[in-house]
């Protein structure tokens, strides 16, 4: 079946830090792929997306590329800030699934000064 | 409002009662998804809604569960005889739909109704 694979969190950086979330799919045909985030307190909000091949997905500093011959999606900030906690969580929707999101577990990111 | 918004925001409930979870979608968007996040099983999908109608119905965890819209408007998540395993957050989400076939459209999501089962 279709499913969606993060590194588990709690992930703890200091700011200015690189992050890189670590998220692998499995699905059938070519899905659209997605990160969400989760601020405290707050709703799900998407952060980007891509939806083929070699796409590459970014939105407020981080970055995401669709890389097919490995099944990934990574989420990549250069400098994180105290403002990016939250929890991410990566997403795929395929054809044929009425564009019903598929999560993965999220990830936790701390991040202090 | 200009959101998805969500009603009650939060709901306590005794064990066999039942329960309407309310979403008020952006005005336009013909689809709309219930997702449930829990801790156990994370972030699943319910079901969707094209329109009044729903064409997929597959995440529903037991006929204990229901759901409906109307005026391809407001919908209701209905559960009845709670038990506290359907303790959880659930989320409802909107877009503007295409009505088949796939679709990028962003899911814009609500602050989620936080049901607890006593």
């Known amino acids: 079946g279709n499913s969606v694979t993060q590194m588990e969190g709690p992930v703890t950086l200091s700011e200015e830090a690189f992050l890189t979330i670590n998220c692998t799919y499995t699905?059938?045909?070519?899905?659209?792929l997605f990160w969400y985030v989760q601020y405290p307190g707050e709703g799900l909000q998407l952060l980007l997306k891509?939806?083929?091949?070699?796409d590459k997905g970014s939105n407020k500093g981080f970055e995401a590329t669709y890389r097919k011959e490995t099944t990934s999606f990574h989420l990549e900030k250069g400098s994180v800030q105290v403002s990016d906690s939250a929890v991410y969580f990566c997403?795929?929707?395929?054809?044929?699934?009425?564009?019903?999101?598929?999560f993965g577990a999220g990830t936790r990111l701390a991040v202090h000064p | 409002g200009a959101g998805v918004s969500q009603s009650p925001s939060n709901k306590v409930t005794e064990k066999g009662k039942d329960v309407e979870l309310r979403c008020d979608p952006i005005?336009?968007?013909?689809?709309l998804y219930w997702y449930r996040q829990s801790l156990g099983q994370g972030l699943e999908f319910l079901i969707y809604?094209?329109?009044?109608?729903?064409?997929?119905k597959s995440g529903l965890p037991s006929d204990r569960f229901s759901a409906e819209r109307t005026g391809g408007s407001v919908s209701t998540l209905t559960i009845q005889r709670t038990q506290q395993e359907d303790s959880a957050v659930y989320l409802c989400?909107?877009?503007?739909?295409?009505?088949?076939?796939?679709?990028?459209?962003?899911?814009?999501f609500g602050p989620g109704t936080r049901l607890t089962v006593l």
């Open positions: 989400a909107s877009s503007l739909g295409s009505g088949g076939g796939l679709s990028t459209d962003t899911q814009y």
């Open positions: 699905a059938t045909g070519y899905p659209s």
């Open positions: 891509a939806t083929k091949a070699d």
């Open positions: 997403a795929l929707i395929t054809s044929g699934g009425y564009n019903k999101l598929i």
């Open positions: 005005s336009g968007h013909t689809a």
């Open positions: 809604f094209q329109g009044n109608s729903a064409p997929d």
